[in-house]
């Protein structure tokens, strides 16, 4: 039996979201499928365990904070 998660998160603005969802979906390789829609990114991941689903859910929420922090440096350079 494989267990599944669905993680949605929303930005402010569509382009914020696609920045992120591009910044983060070049490492689902076959652990995770992100989906952009408008303003919201929907990440769903499968695992044959509970400990797998959690360390990939770990990793990929990591990688968005990366990416979220880069995004909110970027838009203070550039105010």
């Known amino acids: 039996m494989r267990i599944k998660c669905k993680i949605e998160l929303s930005y402010g603005s569509a382009k914020e979201a696609k920045a992120i969802a591009s910044a983060v979906s070049v490492d689902d390789y076959e652990y995770v499928k992100t989906s952009l829609f408008g303003k919201k990114i929907i990440a769903e991941m499968e695992a044959e365990d509970a400990k797998t689903l959690m360390n990939t859910a770990d990793d990929y ?8 922090r880069s995004a909110a440096g970027a838009k203070i350079r550039k105010n």
Not at 61 to 68: D, H
């Open 61 to 68: 929420l990591a990688c968005v904070s990366v990416a979220e």
